[in-house]
């Protein structure tokens, strides 16, 4: 008999390794060899093992008598006699007689030997029938689970080698089944992190410990426009024996459930910018910083630079006229960049009025009041989004590939727009981003709105305010004179805070600061008509209290307002200073090389109470001595007390031959808060 024992490309006398279990150790295939009698010439261990009887048992006797029953004997004679005569094979199950008794179905393959002498010898292999009935099914069913799994499935060698690779795979990274047969599996992963994947393979090829649901992301080459991410688990395969066979790799599109939690993340993170827009956009009633919020908060999570342009008649809070083809004129409030950028210099820096042509995407966005959306910017789209050729270029060179401009609406009215462009960022503006930027602009559009309105009426009022008060010379007879007037920080309405500086005969001077309670037009009103009757009582050169008890009835007769006044005259020849106060804060004496105090001058009620009078006082004021008229508004808080503050105010009064300019700024600058709800009026005169 010839045969060969040693596999084709291997070693002839390579042996194997002690303790392998090959397949066939596993179904235990027995081997017997019958000659032209049927009688047993070769018995293996196995033989031994599936049917009981020993080699010494079984050689020389024939087959049939040992292991057929009677019953089946003439089916299995005739069978052996056309096996010798024919040379065909035969297989299938037969029961056989085991030593113990016992019928057991074998699994056979019979055949015809031929020995290099022409004898001629019958071959029989046999395997229990159950158990290769279970190991058929077992593979069956690996095999349909393979091929008809969805998830993606492949082996390799101890190399990373592929070795098998079912159809999910191959549809989910788009390589034939034939063509990843051989190759690395470097070869073939979409991942940017190949050596990741190739590292954690071989780690489990090392510690047999299988590696779970490895979260990767790339672009296969079925897809390569999209994004897709994947799920892999790593199993060691082992032989019986513990021999490592290579790797098993399964791989689970979750691309959807990724998409899903992107999605729910992005939506994550523009609620929170929704709510930090909320929080950060519109913190004050400035326009500018209006806009530089907004534009802080778009330049990031939202575009990669951020403007934002008023049209310039919105700004001046006139009527904007009806949209139309023809140009606007923008005033820049805001620019901001996520990261360094040349897209910076083709950009308006905020204060630059430009004109913008009809044609212009900007344009067009604040006459249509609709968003402007272009998803892959070209040239041509470049020429209408920059305000010239430059521009375009420099656009071009930061690497601008996605814009849009919402408009800034509020109350009906287009104010502007939100210049929104995309560098870095390489996802371009999609309709999600439309719906966020027009949440953004039009909280923004609600808080620059109020802003620019109440600029303008602050603007108004101050206007009017500082028209009601006294244009005076810095220098009289016998007295150096400085003056403030400051608005209320917090507030757009007109106060009711005044001062006068009054010549009046025998070179004397009257010194006059008042309070209208309340604010408004109305309040500004009533200051003007006691500061003109002030004026008139002055000129009649009477005492201080008489003036007081005069403003008190004229006070009466107005509509129930609440005034204080300070009024005091100086008189350069004799040195005395003559006061009467209606409720008003008192005033402070600052005296070189002394302590600064406030002045105890009997305090009448506010006019407007009627019949109360008013008492005058007198005080001296020697050269360089300082004295302070103000309103409650320099020093009242409502966090502190008015003691305290009366005090600071004498801390600032250390020096009283500080020039009065400073003096004055001094006061404002240390005493004031930026969310003061009062206007203040300050008159500080020196003695000369």
């Avoid at 390794?17 to 049927?38: N, Q």
């Avoid at 994947?197 to 992301?217: F, I, K, M, N, W």
């Avoid at 910018?273 to 929080?279: F, V």
């Avoid at 105090?597 to 009997?602: C, H, R």
Wanted: net charge negative; aromatic share 4%.
């Amino acid at each position: 008999m010839t045969a060969e024992s040693f596999p084709p490309d291997g070693d002839p006398y390579e042996s194997e390794p002690p303790g392998r279990t090959s397949l066939l150790d596993v179904l235990s295939v027995a081997a017997l060899v019958l000659d032209t009698d049927g009688r047993i010439v070769f018995w293996t261990p196995q033989a031994e093992e599936l049917f009981g009887y020993s080699a010494a048992e079984a050689l020389g006797r024939p087959a049939a008598r040992l292991i057929v029953h009677p019953e089946h004997l003439q089916a299995v004679v005739q069978l052996f006699a056309e096996v010798m005569e024919t040379g065909r094979s035969w297989a299938g199950a037969f029961p056989v007689r085991h030593k113990d008794g016992s019928t057991r179905v074998m699994e056979f393959r019979n055949m015809r030997l031929l020995d290099d002498l022409g004898d001629v010898y019958a071959l029989g292999l046999a395997a229990d029938h159950s158990l290769l009935q279970r190991v058929e099914t077992d593979l069956a069913l690996c095999e349909r689970l393979i091929n008809q799994s969805p998830i993606g499935l492949a082996l390799l060698d101890p190399d990373l080698r592929y070795l098998l690779v079912n159809p999910a795979l191959e549809r989910i990274d788009g390589i034939p089944a034939e063509d990843h047969l051989g190759r690395r599996l470097r070869e073939t992963l979409p991942f940017p992190d190949v050596d990741t994947v190739e590292s954690a393979l071989r780690q489990v090829l090392t510690t047999g410990t299988p590696l779970l649901d490895q979260y990767h992301v790339g672009r296969p080459r079925s897809d390569p426009e999209h994004e897709h991410a994947w799920s892999l688990s790593f199993y060691r395969l082992e032989d019986p024996g513990g021999r490592v066979l290579g790797a098993a790799t399964s791989v689970v599109d979750v691309t959807e459930r990724h998409r899903a939690a992107a999605e729910a993340d992005r939506a994550r993170r523009r609620l929170t910018l929704i709510a930090h827009a909320s929080i950060r956009v519109g913190t004050s009633l400035e326009v500018e910083q209006t806009a530089a919020e907004l534009a802080e908060i778009a330049a990031g999570e939202l575009a990669d630079v951020a403007a934002v342009d008023i049209l310039d008649a919105a700004l001046a809070c006139r009527r904007v006229r009806k949209p139309d083809n023809g140009p606007e004129l923008f005033r820049a409030l805001a620019l901001r960049a996520a990261h360094p950028t040349v897209a910076l210099r083709a950009a308006d820096a905020p204060g630059d009025l430009a004109s913008y042509d009809g044609d212009r995407l900007v344009t067009l966005c604040v006459h249509t009041g609709r968003p402007i959306l272009v998803r892959q910017v070209g040239p041509q789209d470049l020429r209408r989004i920059a305000r010239n050729a430059e521009a375009a270029e420099l656009l071009a060179c930061s690497g601008v590939h996605s814009y849009l401009a919402v408009p800034l609406i509020a109350h009906g009215e287009v104010l502007g727009a939100l210049d929104l462009k995309r560098t870095r960022n390489p996802a371009p503006f999609d309709d999600d981003d439309v719906v966020l930027a027009g949440e953004l602009a039009s909280r923004a559009a609600i808080a620059i709105d109020n802003a620019r309105w109440f600029q303008s009426v602050r603007n108004t009022s101050l206007t009017l305010q500082r028209s009601l008060l006294p244009d005076h010379a810095p220098h009289h007879i016998g007295l150096e004179l400085a003056s403030r007037y400051q608005p209320a920080q917090a507030t757009s309405e007109v106060g009711g805070d005044w001062y006068d500086v009054i010549p009046l005969t025998g070179d004397k001077t009257a010194l006059v600061v008042g309070d209208v309670m309340g604010n408004g037009i109305d309040a500004a009103a009533t200051m003007g008509r006691l500061r003109t009757a002030t004026c008139a009582y002055a000129d009649l050169d009477l005492d201080p209290g008489e003036v007081l008890q005069h403003l008190d009835k004229i006070t009466c007769d107005l509509e129930h307002y609440i005034v204080t006044c300070l009024y005091a005259v100086f008189d350069p020849h004799t040195r005395q200073c003559r006061m009467a106060n209606a409720g008003h804060m008192p005033p402070a004496l600052a005296r070189p090389g002394e302590a600064p105090i406030l002045l105890d001058l009997p305090s009448g009620a506010p006019l407007g109470v009627g019949g109360v009078r008013f008492e005058t006082a007198a005080t001296e004021l020697r050269p360089g001595d300082l004295l302070v008229l103000y309103t409650d508004g320099l020093v009242e808080t409502r966090q502190h007390s008015i003691d305290d503050r009366l005090h600071a105010l004498l801390g600032f009064l250390d020096a009283p031959e500080r020039p009065l300019e400073e003096t004055c700024d001094l006061l404002l600058y240390g005493l004031r808060h930026a969310d003061d709800h009062d206007d203040v009026a300050l008159l500080v005169a020196r003695a000369v």
